[in-house]
């Protein structure tokens, strides 16, 4: 059953199609009459055939410099933190012979 309040969107809802017939200004409707799905993954295909070959070059960087810069980008060269013991939680839960805690060590800071 419908309510008052859904009346006024289910008559906006019927009228949508004849609104979206018409083009909108500054656009064409699309012509081709060729498989438009076909047409729109050969030009995927030669974008990635492109891109794909633009990815293959060498960097010309020697990889003891890229190394270097995927490791300052990592923060692999801070000082590492001490590690003493771990940090442990309240018990979470409990059981006969079973205690749950959370742990954290730090690892990288």
């Excluded at 419908?2 to 199609?17: D, H």
């Excluded at 410099?65 to 013991?85: K, M, N, S, V, Y």
Aim: aromatic share 2%; glycine share 6%; no cysteine.
């Amino acid at each position: 059953m419908l309510t008052r309040s859904a009346l006024p969107l289910l008559a906006a809802l019927l009228a949508a199609p004849a609104a979206s017939a018409q083009p909108l200004p500054g656009t064409q409707p699309l012509t081709g009459g060729a498989d438009q799905a076909a047409r729109m993954l050969d030009g995927i295909h030669s974008y990635l055939d492109h891109h794909t070959a633009a990815s293959s070059r060498r960097d010309p960087l020697p990889p003891s410099t890229a190394r270097e810069a995927l490791a300052d980008a990592l923060g692999l060269h801070q000082p590492r933190t001490a590690f003493t013991q771990l940090d442990l939680s309240p018990a979470i839960a409990t059981a006969p012979g079973l205690t749950i805690q959370r742990a954290h060590r730090p690892v990288l800071f």
